[in-house]
């Protein structure tokens, strides 16, 4: 199989379920940016020296391929899996988890005091973005309220393990 098809030559590229749709639909910018959420996340775990964060993120990664499926998808009924309420517990969980393990955040921190927490926090910037995009879609279309859900608590988690990660960080104090 070659990577170059020719197909999307004119602006046009193929969904999951064949549907033909431009490049810059909301469709895609949606799960384009979950793309990119999913490679930022591979590179940031490669500076985590935690196994048990680095396998929390690779799964993460994992399910992220079921989120662009489920955003690729116009005909639900060729979807193998959907995000469900148990796959946002499972976020929730973990979040309540890392943040016990740290000193209650109350303020803005300067992100990236090392390599691991400064990917982390581009990664939560991009989960973010990436929910923005699928509010967009969702004014169009129906959108599964779990994965809307999914994706706001993930930018949560994220932000969780950005703070674990942080060795030293700078408190952002505003003059008031």
């Known amino acids: 199989?070659?990577?170059?098809?020719?197909?999307?030559?004119?602006g046009k590229t193929s969904l999951y379920d064949s549907k033909r749709v431009f490049k810059d639909s909301a469709r895609v910018e949606s799960y384009g940016t979950i793309d990119e959420l999913n490679s930022t996340l591979g590179l940031a775990k490669n500076f985590i020296d935690d196994k048990k964060m680095y396998d929390l993120i690779h799964n993460i990664q994992r399910k992220l391929f079921d989120v662009a499926a489920e955003l690729a998808t116009e005909d639900k009924a060729k979807l193998k899996f959907q995000i469900t309420k148990e796959d946002v517990k499972f976020l929730e969980n973990k979040i309540d988890e890392y943040?016990?393990?740290?000193?209650?955040?109350?303020?803005?921190?300067?992100?990236?005091?090392?390599?691991?927490?400064?990917?982390?926090?581009?990664?939560?910037?991009?989960?973010?973005?990436?929910?923005r995009r699928?509010?967009?879609?969702?004014?169009?279309?129906?959108?599964?309220?779990?994965?809307?859900?999914?994706?706001n608590r993930l930018s949560d988690l994220i932000y969780s393990l950005s703070r674990y990660l942080e060795n030293e960080y700078e408190e952002v104090k505003f003059n008031r």
């Open 99 to 131: 943040l016990d393990l740290i000193k209650t955040p109350d303020h803005f921190v300067i992100p990236g005091s090392g390599k691991a927490a400064g990917y982390m926090h581009v990664s939560r910037t991009i989960c973010r973005r990436a929910e």
């Open 1 to 10: 199989m070659r990577v170059y098809t020719r197909t999307g030559d004119k």
């Open 134 to 151: 699928i509010i967009t879609l969702a004014r169009e279309i129906d959108v599964n309220e779990h994965l809307l859900k999914y994706i």
